[in-house]
């Protein structure tokens, strides 16, 4: 057999190679990580908090793309929400806001379903009776917006597993900074995919003046392991980004999701 490939592998390395000198050379020293690119959609419509947090997040996701050698994109319109657009894109995030037509649904769909990465952060993962989206809803793992806490106040949360490559750099507890925090109903850790990595602490209640949440299991990051995704309550107003703890759960989120455990 060996003798039989000999002569079709000359051949590709030659029609891959564009000379022989390239074929002897490592496209990449063995210490570099293969690079992933990461596209950010964002809104700068709506509430001005969403906005807040998702022009914070711009320039700290373009610093941890030096950092780890990712290339980093955002856009706002989320028509490049396209199979076109997504097929050199390794990872997703929803900086606030989510997609408006079917078209950019399905596209989303298509390119989670085939291996693509997603974070989404606070009101990206919004969903109500009025949504129509179903299979957005089964890839939280079941989590319909119920209600929140207001105004945003800072919590404690509880780390699930500190043994998760997104959460091994936390404490087991860490305070979180001011945020407009979700109710889930049901909660999505009842979903047997669900692997929840952060959960309110239940010291937190009641929280909230006006709106209060008085009890309940409140997952705040979590993942669905059918997919390559993680979802983040954070997200609402210009104090998240306060917290080198929390920000280093957002570094080890992305690392993760791009493929550098
Ligand atoms: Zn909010």
Do not use: C
């Amino acid at each position: 057999m060996t003798r039989l490939l000999f002569a079709p592998l000359i051949a590709l390395s030659a029609f891959f190679s564009p000379s022989s000198a390239s074929a002897h050379q490592s496209p990449q020293p063995a210490s570099q990580p293969a690079p992933f690119h990461v596209l950010a959609f964002y809104t700068d419509q709506g509430e001005p908090d969403h906005i807040d947090f998702a022009r914070q997040a711009l320039p700290f996701f373009t610093e941890l793309a030096k950092k780890h050698s990712f290339s980093f994109e955002s856009t706002k319109r989320w028509d490049d929400l396209n199979p076109e657009k997504l097929k050199n894109i390794q990872l997703v995030l929803w900086l606030n806001d989510f997609p408006h037509t079917a078209e950019q649904r399905a596209a989303f769909e298509n390119y989670m379903k085939h291996g693509g990465a997603w974070l989404g952060f606070h009101v990206s993962a919004y969903n109500d009776d009025s949504t129509h989206w179903p299979w957005f809803v089964d890839f939280l793992g079941g989590a319909v917006f119920f209600g929140n806490n207001w105004p945003p106040l800072p919590a404690k949360l509880v780390v699930d597993d500190r043994t998760h490559a997104v959460t091994r750099h936390l404490p087991a507890t860490l305070t979180a900074p001011a945020n407009e925090w979700y109710i889930w109903k049901p909660s999505p850790r009842l979903d047997k995919r669900v692997k929840v990595l952060l959960t309110l602490d239940p010291q937190n209640y009641p929280i909230g003046l006006k709106d209060v949440i008085t009890g309940g299991d409140l997952p705040v990051v979590w993942t669905n392991t059918s997919y390559r995704m993680l979802y983040m309550n954070m997200g609402h107003g210009d104090k998240i980004f306060t917290s080198s703890e929390q920000n280093r759960l957002f570094e080890d989120a992305v690392a993760w999701l791009g493929g550098r455990k």
